[in-house]
């Protein structure tokens, strides 16, 4: 299965960076519309949010895992 966000996905994806000074507290969030939109938060998942965000994998994993 390939994992995509559609481009509303993406608009929503880029409001929510823009509550924030910085990238890094965006993923939470995003974690979020990723379950919602996925059922769950695989590490498949996490590595498109990783990449969406521009962010390590390692970080969106750390996030996923608390």
Same mark, same amino acid.
């Given at each position: 299965?390939?994992?995509?966000?559609?481009?509303?996905? $993406?608009? =929503?994806?880029?409001?929510?960076?823009?509550?924030?000074?910085?990238?890094?507290?965006?993923? $939470?969030?995003? $974690?979020? $519309?990723?379950?919602?939109?996925?059922?769950?938060?695989?590490?498949?998942?996490?590595?498109?949010?990783? =990449?969406?965000?521009?962010?390590?994998?390692?970080?969106?994993?750390?996030?996923?895992?608390?």
């Amino acid at each position: 299965m390939t994992y995509e966000f559609n481009e509303e996905e $993406l608009e =929503q994806i880029e409001k929510i960076k823009s509550r924030f000074p910085e990238v890094k507290p965006a993923t $939470l969030p995003v $974690l979020w $519309l990723a379950q919602e939109k996925f059922g769950h938060v695989k590490p498949e998942v996490q590595k498109l949010v990783a =990449q969406t965000l521009d962010l390590p994998e390692a970080h969106v994993h750390g996030v996923a895992e608390f």
